[in-house]
């Protein structure tokens, strides 16, 4: 019995993302040995996060790097740091920042539920359209700096973002990042800096298969240095996104296994994953299963699609995602609406995707 069990829950197979729901992803070995070494000893922690990010700043060819305790906590830190890097003496002024610059530009197409953790710092927002013209005119004085929520793609209605950072950069306004689940592409770590982004925020959590509760900031230095006073294990405004010596090190782990990843053999298993449960599926009434790419974070993965009849299988889709979990073992798939669910390999260890097809069989035949 698993220590799960004995709690009375089951262990979920995730055939849904590296959602946080479900836990986000599985740390692999190498994670887990760097995890258990740094708890066996004490170690200064300032001195840790500094070798930690100067380790992950050269393996991601950043300027500096800094561990948080994801990406969300990186948001309200990134925010932090864009008003200290104008006005060092807001430090214990978080988060009533009327006497500073307190305002972040965003795009109303890429307002999403963890644009919140921006307002958390003090900041509010300056919600505008997608166009330079819009964006040029928005920045004033009290601009602290411009956030980016990319999904793939790299534009906002008729901007891009190279676009967004030229014109803030013209005018010495930080661009942040939030690119939580933009890996894969392993590139996507320094991507943003080399397009001249001040800082980009990343799950440690999701496809790093690093500690959960961990995420990197990466950029520049005189950014990632204006947040060490207010950051644990100093106090203020960071203090509660405490990041241990355990997630440090682990985080570090992950970013060298992630680096070294074979990537295209990873994208051939989810590709041949999604082909597997399309042939199981598509000889089914009332069932059809298509490839969906890339997916719905943009990474470039492909998904395997499956439309429903409720009609014909005497259940709806949202039915189908409850009867999954369920299922023995549970299996989480990702909702879609009442006709259509997604299951994404992204997620699956090897040998799941076997479980997971069976399953689909079993829950869809209709006869
Ligand atoms: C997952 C996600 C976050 C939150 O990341 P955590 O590491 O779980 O804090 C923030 N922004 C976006 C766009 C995300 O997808």
Same mark, same amino acid.
Request: positive net charge.
């Given at each position: 019995m698993t220590n799960y069990e004995a709690l009375g829950l089951r262990p979920v197979i995730n055939a849904?993302?590296?959602?946080?729901?479900?836990?986000?992803s599985l740390m692999p070995p190498a994670v887990i040995a760097a995890m258990n070494e740094a708890a066996g000893a004490f170690v200064d922690l300032q001195q840790l996060q500094r070798a930690v990010g100067e380790r992950i700043a050269e393996l991601t060819r950043n300027e500096a790097a800094y561990v948080t305790s994801g990406a969300a906590a990186g948001i309200v830190l990134a925010s932090a740091a864009a008003v200290l890097n104008k006005y060092p003496d807001a430090l214990k002024r978080f988060p009533n =920042? $009327?006497?500073?610059?307190?305002e972040a530009i965003i795009f109303r197409s890429q307002r999403?539920?963890?644009?919140y953790s921006i307002k958390q710092t003090g900041l509010t927002y300056i919600e505008i359209e997608g166009a330079s013209a819009v964006m040029r005119a928005a920045?004033?004085?009290?601009?602290a700096c411009v956030f980016w929520f990319p999904?793939?793609?790299?534009?906002?209605d008729e901007i891009t973002l190279a676009e967004v950072i030229a014109i803030a950069n013209e005018r010495d306004i930080p661009v942040i990042v939030?690119?939580?689940?933009?890996?894969?592409?392993?590139e996507n770590l320094w991507r943003f800096s080399e397009m001249g982004a001040a800082l980009a925020l990343f799950s440690g959590?999701?496809?790093?298969?690093?500690?959960?509760s961990s995420g990197l900031m990466l950029g520049r230095r005189d950014f990632i240095e204006s947040i060490r006073p207010i950051s644990n294990p100093n106090h203020? =405004? $960071?203090?509660?996104f405490k990041v241990g010596k355990e997630e440090m090190m682990g985080a570090l782990a992950a970013v060298e296994r992630y680096l070294k990843l074979d990537h295209a053999a990873r994208e051939r298993y989810c590709e041949e994953s999604m082909r597997l449960f399309c042939a199981a599926m598509n000889?089914?009434?009332?069932v059809q299963a298509e490839r969906a790419f890339p997916n719905e974070a943009g990474q470039p993965l492909p998904r395997c699609r499956v439309t429903i009849d409720p009609g014909l299988l005497g259940k709806s889709a949202d039915v189908l995602v409850a009867d999954f979990l369920n299922h023995e073992p549970a299996i989480a798939v990702a909702p879609d609406s009442d006709t259509s669910f997604y299951l994404n390999?992204?997620?699956?260890?090897?040998?799941e995707e076997i479980i997971v097809r069976d399953a689909c069989l079993k829950l869809l035949s209709a006869l």
């Open positions: 849904f993302a590296t959602v946080t729901k479900y836990g986000g =920042l $009327g006497a500073f610059n307190n999403n539920p963890y644009d920045i004033t004085a009290r601009t999904r793939g793609d790299c534009s906002a939030d690119a939580a689940a933009q890996l894969p592409p392993v959590g999701k496809d790093l298969r690093g500690p959960q203020g =405004l $960071g203090r509660p000889p089914l009434a009332g390999p992204m997620t699956l260890e090897p040998g």
